[in-house]
């Protein structure tokens, strides 16, 4: 699951810009854009154009029991796709939508199984950036989008992190600058009308219950495909992360090149470089930076990243919850 290098072969130049209808003549030939949401940056092509999703998957060297998620433009679009709209999905899509969270509903005929990986119900989310909200509304159709990266890497904020890994694979970046959460959405299905809690993302559970009541979680991690999303080793480095005291962790390793990943301040260690997600302790800062910093210790020659979690509460358990799956081996 490791060092992931993206199958398709370097074809041609990749455009990068803030060109709304350009964007919009690519993907409608059925070529891939990434595009620009508040999460991370998405890999999109016209979810209803078979073909185009089937690239998706090669460019990311994506499992195709893996689902994606359909961007719509507005809730209103909700009709045209899905079955069916429990309560509470309803009354999490009109406080939260254009936002961070995806709803997993039954699905109508119209979206491809290749899109939902043969499953009865696709994810939807309205992403909430204007470029990406006025593409979809040109367009007048889904974009199927997972995060811009080879996969099992850690997901693009800057359209200069998609560059890095897809440049010459896709045709477009549709430039709308660092993304505002940093990370991916918060996933709820539901079991009749009873909201679960896929996968914690850019919306806290907090936020989730205040609309929705009391959210089971379902967030096991497993290496079975049954369980969409939810495998091992996602939204990892190369360089090995090891979890906890970042000082202690420093004592057991001596001699190695060691990077620091803290919360608020450097700790104590023989460091050859490290990061502070945010001095002012604050957990949407420390999201925002958390995949861009990743990614710069990443690129030095370091044997370990020792990286520390955050207070669980709010956006601190979704950020957790992805250091540990980075320090997954
Ligand atoms: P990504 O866009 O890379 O963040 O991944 C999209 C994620 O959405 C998948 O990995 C799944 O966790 C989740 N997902 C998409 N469709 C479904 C579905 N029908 N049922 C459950 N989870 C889904
Ligand atoms: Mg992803």
């Known amino acids: 699951m490791r060092n992931f290098i993206a199958i398709m072969p370097p074809s041609h130049q990749t455009l990068c810009k803030d060109d709304v209808a350009e964007a919009a003549s690519l993907l409608r030939r059925g070529e891939l854009v990434a595009i620009p949401t508040e999460t991370v940056y998405g890999l999109a092509g016209l979810a209803l154009n078979e073909a185009a999703v089937a690239r998706i998957f090669a460019v990311k060297n994506r499992p195709h029991f893996d689902p994606l998620i359909a961007h719509l433009a507005d809730a209103s679009w909700l009709d045209r796709y899905v079955r069916h709209v429990p309560e509470p999905a309803l009354a999490l899509a009109r406080r939260f ?26 994810a939807v989310r309205v992403p909430d950036h204007p470029l990406t909200l006025q593409l979809l509304r040109e367009l007048d159709a889904p974009l199927a989008a ?37 990370l991916e959405s918060s996933i709820i299905g539901f079991d009749g009308d009873k909201p679960l809690l896929y996968r914690l993302g850019g ?30 080793n996602h939204y990892a480095p190369r360089t090995p992360l090891l979890l906890g005291d970042p000082a202690l962790l420093a004592w057991e390793h ?21 990061r502070v997600l945010s001095a002012s302790a604050d957990p949407e800062e420390a999201a925002r930076n958390l995949f861009r910093m990743l990614r710069e210790l990443d690129a030095q020659p370091l044997d370990y990243i020792l990286a520390e979690r955050l207070p669980d509460q709010g956006l601190g358990l979704a950020i957790n919850d992805r250091l540990e799956r980075a320090a997954q081996r």
Do not use: K
């Open 97 to 122: 939508w254009p936002g961070p969270l995806t709803l997993v509903l039954p699905r109508q005929e119209n979206i491809p199984d290749l899109v939902t990986s043969g499953l009865d119900t696709v």
């Open 146 to 182: 997972p995060s811009a990266n080879p996969f099992g890497y850690i997901s693009p904020t800057t359209p200069q992190h998609v560059l890095d890994q897809l440049g010459g694979r896709i045709a477009m970046v549709l430039d709308g600058g660092p993304c505002r959460v940093g």
């Open 203 to 232: 919306l806290s559970r907090e936020q989730i219950e205040a609309v929705a009541g009391p959210v089971e979680m379902s967030l096991h991690q497993s290496s079975d495909p049954r369980a969409p999303g939810q495998l091992l």
């Open 254 to 274: 001596p001699g190695r090149r060691l990077g620091y990943l803290a919360f608020q301040a450097p700790p104590d260690g023989p460091w050859m470089t490290g």
